[in-house]
Every structure is written in C-alpha cells, then in structure tokens.
Nanobody, 124 residues
Framework: VQLQASGGGLVQAGGSLGLSCVASTRTFTTYVMGWFRQAPGKEREFVGAISWTGRSTDYADSVKGRFTISRDNAKNTVYLQMNSLKPEDTAVYYC??????????????????WGQGTLVTVSS
C-alpha cells in the first residue's frame, strides 16, 4: 500500500487546516487508518485513528475536540481536519494504514504502512 499525504502548510494560531491521504490499494476497507505527527526533536506520536467503517474514531488527548478524522472509502482517502491550531501542533504529519478492525492497535503499535509526511507549521 502506498500512502500519499497532502495539505500541509503554514497557518496562524487559532486557524484551521485540512490534510488528506490517498491510499493506492483495492482493499482500502480492510485498513484502519490513522494520523501521527513528529515535532522537531521529539518522537513520533499518535494523533488519531478511524475504523474501516468510519464509525469508530480515537484521538490523542492533546487534539481531542479540535481535530476530526474521517474517511471516504469510495475515494480511498482519509482526512484530518485541524481546527483551533496551536504552535505546539507544529510537526510533520504522517498518515498510516494498518490491517486491523480496531483503532486501539493503531494507537498502540502504529501502522503497517506509512505515508511520506506533510509539514504543518503553526505560527504564534
């Protein structure tokens, strides 16, 4: 599976930004999809995940209530809508795919496949 993320950029604190990730696979619905991020000098951290149906989502506490993950199975695409952005949200954002049926394993173990990352910079 190849994952292509896009949508990163520069935004002011309090602003919004949307990321997209397209998966090149014929079996998109077999994957839990997720987003991770890595800030400069820090380890990669979990942001959110969504089940293959889209009915179950999981978020890191740091983004809960501000970020929304969604997916369009007809377009093999997962989205991350980021609102009320803070400077501490600055990071390279990676999408991930995992062959599973629950979001918990994505949070705990990461993805089986990773995108190339897209940079989000939030200015104060």
């Amino acid at each position: 599976v190849q994952l292509q993320a896009s949508g990163g950029g520069l935004v002011q604190a309090g602003g919004s930004l949307g990321l997209s990730c397209v998966a090149s696979t014929r079996t998109f619905t077999t994957y839990v999809m997720g987003w991770f991020r890595q800030a400069p000098g820090k380890e990669r951290e979990f942001v959110g995940a969504i089940s293959w149906t889209g009915r179950s989502t999981d978020y890191a506490d740091s983004v809960k209530g501000r970020f929304t993950i969604s997916r369009d199975n007809a377009k093999n695409t997962v989205y991350l809508q980021m609102n009320s952005l803070k400077p501490e949200d600055t990071a390279v954002y990676y999408c991930a795919a995992k062959v599973d049926i629950t979001t918990a394993t994505m949070r705990n173990f990461g993805g089986d496949y990773w995108g190339q990352g897209t940079l989000v910079t939030v200015s104060s």
